[in-house]
C-alpha cells in the first residue's frame, strides 16, 4: 500500500534521485519535472505527447522520455512526459501509466502523515542550523 504522496527514485545515467512525488491516480501518465530529468540524465527525447493538464485550457505538447522509476522498492521502466514544474508542490506525478499494473493500493492518509512528518523533521533541522 502507498500513500498520496511517495519518496520515489529516478534512476538515469547521472545517478539516483530521490524526490517526493505525487500519486494521482487521475493522471493517465507519468510526468517529470525538467530540472529532474536533467540531474538524473534521462533521455533522449522518444516522442511527443499532447496533455491536457488540469490547470490549462488548451492541451500542451510534452516530451517524453525513458525513466527507471523505484516506488515501495519495486522497479518500473516508463517512458515519461517531462514538464516545468519547478513553481509545484511536487516536481513529480505519478500516473496510471505505473499505477495501472502496479498492484499498489493508494491510501490517502498514508501519504498524508507522511508528508506531514517529512516536513516537521525538515522544519527541525533548519532551526538548528
Partial sequence: MIGVVEEVTV???????????????????TTLDTDLVAQAGLGPV?????????AADEPEERDV??????????????????????DMRYHMIVGMDILRDSGFL??????NTREIDRNQRRNRSRRRQ
Avoid: N, Q
Avoid at 534512476?11 to 501518465?29: E, F, N, Q, S, Y
Fill in 11 to 29: 534512476v538515469g545515467p547521472k545517478g539516483r534521485v530521490p524526490i517526493l512525488a505525487r500519486i494521482d491516480t487521475g493522471a493517465a501518465r
Fill in 106 to 111: 493508494v491510501d490517502p492518509d498514508k501519504g
Fill in 65 to 86: 522520455v525513458p525513466a527507471k522509476i523505484i516506488i515501495a522498492g519495486r522497479e518500473f521502466d516508463v517512458p515519461v512526459a517531462v514538464t516545468d514544474r519547478k
Fill in 46 to 54: 522518444m516522442d511527443r505527447v499532447r496533455i491536457r493538464a488540469s
